[in-house]
């Protein structure tokens, strides 16, 4: 479950980066009610905007707030947002309280929380746009990972949960596959010996070891496969093997192999490229039948 693990992490950590981005952030920001327009919160940027307190702000409606109710159409357009999620005024003059009237860009947006659908309102600061323009294009940025992380977190969490499901039927699967592996090469009649592309042992049948007279596994794993032929029929056998690149397999190639105590038998060889998921070759396995 590392990886479930990590996951939950990330999305802990999207949570405070979102908290963050909303204490810090330039733009003034307020959170809403969708349905009664009451705010249920305001970061730092807006109150220096509109020169109130945040306990003044709180549990009331927008278009009550002084240097928003003058403007008729932002409390229509507010309830328009019931229809279109979205609105968005690019030049809008607000006045604070110390009357200090300042261009801003009014963008507001609805998302869901615990069931629950909350209005984002951002409220950007424009009377400098000319100036500021590069800075500008960085904030769009920074907005739209904001919006992504607010609107995002409870797909996060569904999405995790079908994760969990595919992981598990993935184990399940590959635990099955494992256990058909070692069973087929267990119950084999013939040698099998799996290698790296690099012609290094991984695996090998206890039919394998039999024949070439190695009492354990551990004696073989890493060792070069050419170590199990006799040495006169290295060549022939690795011109085989590069076959196998191209063709995906070799069938019946008669060679000499080699036991543990130096003595041969005369085997026959077959051996196939092992692919992984997109098709590239990851390793070779090999089979050998005595011949009698």
Not at 83 to 100: L, P, Q, S, T, V
């Amino acid at each position: 479950m590392d990886m479930i693990e990590e996951k939950l992490k990330k999305l802990r950590a999207s949570e405070a980066c979102y908290r963050r981005l909303f204490e810090t952030a330039k733009d003034g920001i307020l959170i809403m009610e969708f349905e009664s327009g009451r705010i249920v919160d305001v970061n730092p940027s807006l109150i220096k905007m509109i020169g109130d307190s945040k306990g003044n702000l709180l549990g009331r409606q927008i278009w009550e707030l002084g240097p928003f109710e003058s403007i008729q159409s932002v409390k229509e357009e507010i309830k328009n947002l019931k229809e279109n999620d979205y609105i968005r005024y690019e030049n809008m003059a607000i006045k604070g309280m110390d009357g200090k009237t300042t261009d801003v860009e009014f963008v507001s947006s609805v998302y869901p929380v615990d069931g629950v659908k909350l209005v984002q309102c951002i409220i950007r600061d424009i009377t400098e746009r000319t100036r500021r323009e590069k800075i500008d294009t960085e904030k769009t940025n920074e907005l739209e990972i904001f919006s992504k992380a607010a609107v995002g977190r409870e797909l996060k969490m569904i999405d995790l949960e079908k994760e969990i499901k595919k992981r598990e039927i993935l184990e399940n699967q590959l635990r099955e596959s494992e256990e058909l592996y070692k069973a087929l090469i267990k119950a084999s009649p013939d040698s099998v010996t799996v290698t790296n592309l690099e012609g290094h042992i991984i695996d090998v049948s206890d039919r394998t070891l039999k024949l070439h007279g190695y009492g354990d596994v551990r004696e073989l794993k890493g060792k070069d496969s050419m170590d199990l032929i006799a040495p006169e029929d290295h060549e022939m056998v690795k011109s085989n093997f590069e076959t196998i690149f191209r063709d995906g397999l070799v069938k019946d190639v008669e060679c000499k192999m080699l036991r543990k105590d130096g003595t041969n038998f005369q085997g026959l060889l077959n051996a196939a490229v092992v692919k992984d998921a997109s098709g590239k070759p990851k390793a070779f396995i090999a089979t050998v039948r005595e011949k009698t």
